[in-house]
């Protein structure tokens, strides 16, 4: 009994004799602004102006490429950014610096802050100083990112380094958060809730879903009769990012509608993984075919566990959505900000989605629509609309000109220009056929991929290039790389900083643009009886509002002529009989008609004319 008591003592005396209780040496929130003793720099000599440093914020990011905004704990009272996105000029250099805090106390002394960033072409350290600033220690954070990838999963991302090797015991330690781009035009880095203390604060049993790579459908809204035979393939890169190793992981895929519960589910067992590991690339063994039923929205999420309670499960689980459409092939629910080409430069630049069509026959490309976001700027301008066939000949993920113009695959199916108006969002229009096909009406093939881009120019005088409305809370990037890995061709969105029209090659970009193409089954004419090409009918303007003019130039006068309006289900809207007509332009009151596209028939004694038109409000 005595010895028991004995070992229970000896163990309690231990316990207590290891813990080291946590003292904090020095903490900043940045509450209202600057605090007194921070200090700014620009260390790359460049020019001075309102984004080319680090500045206090509270709304985050301002260029074109947009992270959005840190959510930190404190976020509310403001935080510290540089936005590298705003200021596209390089080199950058920029430092914020602490003051300086006494650690002779301390024999462990570790930095632990709240940010949010995302790498491109850049690098940032956590610099330290025991000397007033004469001499740094370099840490540099995150060095295997690549561009375009995010540093954690989370907003924010809570990084804790160890710096005792130099602080410990020093009473003159200053830390300096660095910002390095040869280049500049980078992203951002947004800081805040910084607290250096004596422990490390990260959780024993910590396992995550990474935010920043997980699969989600090649579309967000996919038309019910395009539905992908291959259906939709699941991936989502987990990390332990607590200290002790995890065992028992495993990673769930569920998916549910609100009609039917849920339709899907799937486990992936990762077994055992280490303190501190990335566990990435694993692909569900199973893909899911949804119903092809119009109008479902689809709930989705990946959700991690392992034997062990998580003791910060906030990063368990992500949540996507995805839908089935009656007729919408489209990136992105709606446009939450808009995308321009880097620099501050007036030019032309090129955003496309890709859209692969399993089932084209008898379907036709009705309309597409496009999202502006800074029409007032940008009036006047022009944008030029291409939907191309597009066969990836050389397997490279990269839409090259060849690829899509006929040189070696592919081909240019349509095309329209448009001049932008000052109180343009969103522009919905009618592409016209590069085929010869009498009714006009732009025909869709089976297994074919389509590139549906939009080519952008600034007006004469311009300060700032034409900006495309989308979202970058879409990233198609683990999407492509599942689908890459086995060997089914599914891709998100394409780019170029030039006009597609010079012959430029389109690479792929983390960007969902508002870019969207409608297809309806096709309008069944009689093919014998299609009227002659030499009499021309046209319409205009197209997109109409209020009024359609029918421009009708025959090479005889026909007795008899009948106008038919139908919508895309077929209902007849409207019927109009014209007499003793050889050369004439009428007009189509077109306010009571809803938004939408709507197919012109031109029936004749000697044939049949169709065109169609959408209706924009």
């Known amino acids: 009994m005595i010895k028991n008591f004995t070992k229970t003592y000896l163990l309690a005396f231990t316990l207590l004799f290891c813990i080291n209780i946590n003292a904090q040496i020095f903490s900043e929130d940045f509450d209202g602004g600057i605090p007194a003793g921070w200090t700014v720099s620009q260390m790359d000599g460049s020019s001075v102006n309102a984004s080319s440093n680090w500045i206090y914020s509270t709304d985050g990011p301002?260029?074109?490429?947009?992270?959005?905004?840190?959510?930190?704990?404190?976020?509310?009272?403001?935080?510290?950014?540089?936005?590298?996105?705003?200021?596209?000029?390089?080199?950058?250099?920029?430092?914020?610096?602490?003051?300086?805090?006494?650690?002779?106390?301390?024999?462990?002394?570790?930095?632990?802050?709240?940010?949010?960033?995302?790498?491109?072409?850049?690098?940032?350290?956590?610099?330290?100083?025991?000397?007033?600033?004469?001499?740094?220690?370099?840490?540099?954070?995150?060095?295997?990112?690549?561009?375009?990838?995010?540093?954690?999963?989370?907003?924010?991302?809570?990084?804790?380094?160890?710096i005792s090797s130099i602080a410990a015991n020093q009473s003159d330690v200053i830390i300096a958060f660095r910002f390095f781009s040869n280049e500049g035009c980078a992203y951002s880095w947004q800081i805040d809730d910084i607290d250096v203390s004596n422990i490390d604060p990260t959780p024993f049993f910590d396992m995550r879903v990474n935010t920043n790579f997980f699969a989600i459908p090649p579309s967000i809204n996919t038309p019910a009769s395009q539905i992908d035979p291959i259906g939709i393939g699941f991936l989502c890169d987990v990390e332990n990012i607590g200290q002790m190793d995890a065992s028992g992981v495993n990673l769930n895929i569920n998916i549910s509608t609100a009609t039917n519960g849920v339709v899907h589910n799937q486990d992936l067992d990762y077994g055992t993984v280490i303190a501190g590991a990335l566990d990435e690339n694993r692909i569900f063994p199973e893909r899911y075919v949804p119903a092809a039923d119009p109008n479902v929205a689809y709930d989705a999420s990946y959700t991690i566990s392992m034997d062990s309670t998580d003791l910060a499960p906030g990063n368990n689980e992500i949540a996507f959505q995805f839908a089935i459409s009656d007729s919408v092939f489209s990136k992105e629910f709606d446009s939450n900000g808009f995308g321009g080409p880097p620099g501050a430069d007036a030019t032309p630049w090129t955003l496309a989605n890709h859209y692969y069509v399993p089932n084209g026959d008898d379907f036709t490309c009705t309309s597409i629509l496009f999202s502006i976001g800074n029409a007032a700027e940008s009036a006047g301008g022009f944008i030029n609309v291409y939907l191309y066939e597009w066969e990836d000949i050389n397997d490279d993920g990269i839409a090259q000109s060849g690829e899509r113009d006929g040189t070696i695959g592919g081909t240019i199916v349509a095309n329209a220009g448009y001049t932008i108006q000052s109180n343009d969002t969103d522009v919905q229009i009618v592409l016209e056929n590069w085929d010869t096909s009498p009714d006009d009406q732009i025909r869709l093939k089976d297994d074919t991929h389509y590139l549906l881009a939009v080519e952008t120019s600034p007006p004469t005088g311009a300060t700032e290039s034409v900006f495309i409305g989308g979202t970058g809370v879409w990233d198609y990037s683990a999407m492509t790389f599942l689908n890459d890995s086995l060997n089914t061709e599914r891709y998100g969105s394409f780019w170029n900083t030039t006009e597609i029209g010079t012959g430029a090659d389109l690479s792929q970009v983390i960007y969902a643009p508002r870019i969207r193409m409608h297809i309806n089954p096709e309008v069944m004419v009689a093919i014998d009886n299609q009227l002659d090409a030499e009499n021309i009918v046209n319409i205009f303007p197209n997109p109409v509002q209020e009024e359609l003019n029918l421009e009708l130039d025959f090479v005889e006068i026909f007795d008899e002529v009948i106008v038919k309006i139908t919508d895309m289900s077929g209902k007849e809207i409207l019927i109009k009989n014209l007499s003793k007509i050889n050369k004439q332009i009428s007009q189509i009151n077109t306010v009571n008609f809803v938004q939408g596209t709507y197919t012109l028939q031109v029936i004749t004694p000697k044939g049949v004319r169709t065109k169609q038109f959408v209706v924009a409000k």
């Not at 590298?84 to 300086?100: A, F, K, M, T, Y």
């Open 62 to 162: 301002q260029g074109a490429f947009s992270i959005g905004a840190i959510t930190s704990t404190t976020a509310a009272n403001g935080f510290m950014l540089f936005d590298s996105d705003l200021n596209c000029e390089g080199p950058q250099d920029v430092w914020l610096i602490s003051p300086s805090f006494d650690a002779t106390a301390f024999d462990d002394v570790v930095v632990s802050f709240e940010h949010y960033y995302r790498r491109f072409n850049d690098q940032i350290f956590l610099e330290v100083s025991v000397d007033g600033g004469t001499n740094w220690t370099e840490y540099e954070l995150y060095p295997d990112l690549v561009n375009n990838d995010f540093a954690g999963s989370e907003n924010p991302v809570v990084s804790s380094t160890p």
